[in-house]
């Protein structure tokens, strides 16, 4: 097969490496192109992403936990103080 004749639009039936797919202009052509060429990259953007997604929660949830505990320890203060003020009256 010519590679000329698969990328002519004026050609829309050609196959392009006998795959069965039918190219119907060089945009076509070159997004089958695009995708078939940076699919491992792409998957691979995916995986950092999602790497980074669960990393934000994690520190999200470090950061609920260490708040409730200062709140936690904050409200056993204030009683303590209230109860000291308490006792003194």
């Known amino acids: ?14 196959e392009l490496f006998g795959m069965g797919m039918r190219i119907r202009s060089v945009r076509v052509a070159l997004r089958f192109a695009e995708s078939v060429l940076l699919a491992p990259g792409q998957q691979h953007a995916r995986r950092n992403a999602w790497a980074a997604v669960c990393e934000d929660r994690r520190h999200a949830a470090d950061r609920r936990h260490e708040a409730d ?18 006792t003194r009256h």
């Not at 004749?5 to 829309?12: E, Y």
């Not at 505990?69 to 308490?86: I, K, L, P, Y």
């Open 1 to 14: 097969m010519d590679a000329q004749r698969a990328f002519d639009s004026s050609q829309p039936q050609e």
């Open 69 to 86: 505990r200062r709140h936690a320890a904050a409200t056993v203060e204030t009683a303590g103080t209230a109860g000291t003020r308490s």
